[in-house]
């Protein structure tokens, strides 16, 4: 079987866009968004299971197959324009060079998500894992005007478009960002950037945790508007003590004033990071996530920090631990059979905190799912999205898990 | 529509909020565009989320239409109902539920109106941006509905960014609850997917939004200019420089002309070609330190004046003009067509060139007045309905812009949403399969299509996909 779908996607995109992966599984990569759409259309009509994977950094590469679907040969930078903040990107392209191109073009986008600087925009879009940054700019959502969609089916859904602002038709964009690759593999994203930073500081304090997300409180009650405000573990952050990050960007003027203003505050003690230091910092936080092999995380609101990570250490363990201090969103990255990891997500439902499985092996994805049970009316809903954009069920997503039907 | 539906929703509500006479639905033919006009059947007013629910589960069982509307000051047809349909009013669900000032959240239903939202939680220090011109008649219901914008979402986003949780009532009449208080959602982003589906999907009878600090500091900004080309340049530089402030707006030539002639003059210069509006807010050095360097951009642009402010009444002073164009601009005819596009920043000043070149062509009076910052654009001719000649030539020119704006990379609606009145338009932009999809989207909240019919997707233009089968609910 394995042999005819080879051979069957080397007829359909040529020797160069498919290849066997680490597992002797055919893997495709299509080059562009209408090749994709063609294998998905093919997989579609022969009735075979696909694994939906980026650079293979992010999920691991486990979910039962007949082949691998990979964006990796999908890596171009479309276009960028300065004047208009926005960027077009294929999905494969790995996050670190679209920050080298837009940097070159003094633009940025502020996203600084978990995992290896060679991720995949598409994954980061995928799985809507927004980092530290989402404090001051938002969650994965705000960042993306636009995407292309190759459906289970094999359809090219162009939904949103290139302008900071529009209202025209559905936002499928919101179906898709966060979706995980259920309603569709994506093949293209349109990104709102911002001007790259004339300044970039971040401040680092160090204690116990219920005295920085006091801190942190006091940080949002004088109104500071920092683009960080993240609680880190010991073992996140490589350091002795949980660590609180903050971080201004902006004009110079403007940095300077709000970190004038931090030191007064908030009772407690900040350093600010040497400049050469700031970006290496980042990174280990990024790369740390990807420390164990499960990373969960869970909505909670800013006053629930404590309560809910108290409730991580005693259901699992401290692990490592990024925490959102002002906006309340927890991640969690550590080692956990799928029995503790059933009892989490039973113990946060009963607090009405949703938990997102965002990685994990295949046998716990299948089980619990990215995010278990639904609230009221929204199966039936879901269902049905994913019979519209994935009718032969091909697309080997688990969104639901096995516990939950 | 017939007698027995009549009684039915007359025991769900109470006869006195069943309209059907003529001249009770009249006051629903329109919304606030004054280029579509359609009766609804019957108009139903509940009062409460069982009596959506018991209207829209009898409007299922007998496949009957209906049109969801607020307070009917949307700008693009959206809330109109044919005569075999149902309007359900919504404006008698006007209760602020819950305020949570340590949250920053408030759950509110349908019928509040927006301005009022922000006004009882003004003693919080805390406010609700989307601020759309119509604030204070439009509805939070209808907001979500239309994912309305406004001046102050240039740094805060609009509506779909202030919306954390819905409970909905679906069109067979069962509930569904979207999204959470933290705003992380229980699973797809479905609240993302409800707002600006311009009622296609169900009827929002409980909206958790997202509350603002008011900021330490405001500052405005006036400044004029010779050319709309300096003052986009303007534009382009300031947020070029990473300042995004919290509004960015300009008035053309005609738009303050409108204004300074009427009782909403604010000292606006009747000579310059383009006024710019800038605020910044936010705590008070940064504020300071960003309007030296605001400052320093619009001279550097050609500024031929900037008048700064920074107390509460002034900058209402600054505001006024902007604020009240709308109002200004009906002193110039019986009609105001509000249109509304997006371009990408940078071709600002080509297309406000065009959209004087169509002016000229068909020989309109075209006023702008616009989000400048988000390239978001408001052509809006002055006219009078009464004149078929005229409204002939309105409609022409509204396409013709229209067309200019998708031919730069734009998009047929930043704020108003698409109703009935963009429906031909949207071919333009959306290939046949993702009109398709958009279409089946919707047949996954509403199977039947009975909500808001005939609005938003062009079925004709759908490539056909297959009815949705779920086979994993």
């Known amino acids: 079987m394995s042999d005819v779908i080879f051979g069957r996607l080397r007829a359909l995109l040529g020797t ?94 502020a996203l600084d998500p978990p995992g290896r600087p060679e ?37 090219l859904v162009n939904a949103g478009g290139r302008v900071v602002k529009n ?51 006091d940080v949002v009650a004088a109104d500071l508007l920092p683009a960080t405000l993240e609680l880190l573990s010991p073992a996140l952050a490589a350091e002795p003590d949980w660590v609180l990050a903050t971080r201004f960007v902006g004009t110079e003027t403007a940095v300077q004033a709000d970190v004038r203003r931090l030191s007064s505050s908030a009772d407690l003690s900040w350093q600010q990071l040497p400049a050469d230091r700031t970006a290496a910092f980042w990174s280990t936080v990024a790369r740390g996530t990807l420390g164990g092999p499960v990373t969960l995380r869970l909505g909670v609101l800013s006053d629930g920090l404590d309560e809910a990570i108290d409730l991580l250490a005693h259901d699992l363990d401290e692990g490592l631990v990024s925490a959102g201090a002002g ?33 994990a092996p295949w046998v716990i994805r299948r089980a619990l799912g990215h995010f278990g049970a639904y609230r009221e009316g929204v199966g039936k809903i879901v269902g049905r999205l994913r019979g519209t954009f994935d009718p032969g069920q091909c697309l080997n997503v688990a969104l639901e898990g096995a516990d939950n039907g | 529509m017939n007698q027995s539906l009549l009684a039915s929703l007359s025991r769900i509500v109470g006869r006195q909020w069943v309209r059907h006479r003529r001249a009770e639905l009249a006051t629903y033919a329109m919304d606030g565009l004054p280029t579509h006009e359609s009766t609804p059947g019957v108009v139903v007013m509940p009062s409460n989320p069982e009596q959506v629910r018991e209207i829209v589960r009898l409007l299922h069982l007998v496949g009957v239409p209906f049109v969801a509307r607020g307070a009917g000051t949307g700008l693009s047809g959206g809330a109109l109902a044919d005569s075999d349909a149902v309007l359900i009013g919504l404006t008698r669900m006007n209760r602020i539920l819950e305020v949570d000032p340590v949250h920053r959240r408030a759950v509110v239903q349908p019928g509040v109106v927006n301005a009022r939202l922000s006004d009882a939680v003004l003693p919080l220090g805390l406010y609700y941006v989307p601020d759309p011109s119509s604030q204070a008649a439009c509805t939070v219901g209808g907001n979500v509905a239309e994912n309305a914008g406004g001046p102050h979402c240039l740094k805060y986003g609009v509506t779909t960014n202030h919306i954390v949780a819905l409970e909905v009532v679906l069109p067979d009449g069962s509930t569904a609850r979207l999204g959470s208080d933290q705003g992380e959602p229980w699973g797809p982003d479905l609240v993302g997917l409800f707002v600006g589906s311009e009622g296609m999907f169900g009827i929002a009878t409980q909206i958790t939004v997202r509350l603002e600090r008011i900021p330490e500091s405001v500052r405005t900004m006036l400044a004029d200019f010779s050319t709309v080309r300096a003052a986009s340049e303007a534009v382009s530089a300031i947020i070029a420089a990473g300042i995004v402030p919290a509004a960015l707006e300009m008035m053309d030539r005609a738009c303050v002309a409108a204004v300074e ?213």
């Open chain 1, 327 to 359: 906006q309340g969103m927890i991640r969690w990255t550590g080692d956990a059979p799928l029995e503790r990891l059933r009892g989490l997500r039973r113990a946060a439902a009963s607090r009405e905190i949703p938990m997102t499985l965002e990685r």
């Open chain 1, 119 to 155: 991720r995949s925009i598409g994954s980061v879009v995928a799985t809507a894992t927004a980092g530290p940054l989402r404090h001051g700019f938002g969650p994965v959502r705000d960042h993306v005007l636009g995407c292309s969609v190759a459906t289970g089916d094999g359809r």
């Open chain 1, 16 to 109: 160069t866009g498919v290849e066997r992966d680490s597992q002797g599984l055919p893997r495709a990569a299509p080059d562009s968004p209408d090749a994709l759409s063609l294998v998905c259309r093919l997989a579609h009509e022969e009735g075979w299971k696909i694994r939906v994977e980026g650079r293979a950094t992010w999920l691991p590469s486990d979910a039962p197959a007949d082949l691998v679907v990979s964006t990796r040969g999908m890596e171009e930078v479309v276009s960028v324009s300065p004047a208009d903040l926005v960027a077009t990107v294929q999905a494969g392209a790995p996050l670190e060079v679209l920050r080298r191109r837009l940097a070159d073009n003094g633009m940025w986008l």
């Open chain 2, 261 to 473: 002639a009427s009782i909403y003059a604010a000292g606006y210069p009747t000579d310059a070609a383009a006024v710019l509006l800038v605020e910044l807010d936010g705590q008070t050095d940064a504020v300071e330190a960003e309007a030296g360097v605001v400052l320093q951009i619009l001279r550097g642009c050609g500024a031929r004046d900037v008048r700064s402010a920074s107390t509460p009444d002034d900058r209402a002073r600054l505001w006024q003009g902007r604020k009240k164009a709308f109002g200004a601009m009906g002193r110039i005819a019986p009609d105001l067509a509000v249109q509304d596009a997006v371009v990408p920043r940078s071709v600002l000043p080509a297309i406000m060139d065009q959209i004087e070149g169509i002016r000229r062509h068909y020989d309109l009076t075209i006023s702008n007045v616009f989000h400048a910052g988000d390239g978001n654009l408001h052509p809006n001719i002055s006219f009078d309905r009464r004149d078929p000649a005229v409204a002939a030539r309105v409609r022409a020119a509204c396409r013709d812009i229209m067309a200019a704006c998708v031919a730069v990379g734009g998009s047929i609606t930043g704020e108003h949403g698409v109703g009935n009145d963009k429906l031909d338009y949207m071919p333009w932009i959306f290939d046949s399969e993702t009109l398709a999809a958009m279409r089946a989207v919707r047949r996954a909240f509403d199977p039947a299509e009975l909500a808001n019919p005939g609005k938003v997707v062009p079925v004709h233009a759908c490539r056909e996909w297959t009815a949705v089968r779920s086979t994993r609910q």
């Open chain 1, 167 to 217: 209202v025209a038709g559905y936002d499928l964009t919101k179906l898709q960002v966060g979706g995980f690759g259920g309603f569709g593999i994506i093949a293209e994203v349109h990104l709102r950037l911002r001007a790259l930073p004339r300044a970039d500081v971040t401040l680092l304090a160090r204690g116990a945790r219920d005295a920085l997300t006091s801190g942190a409180r």
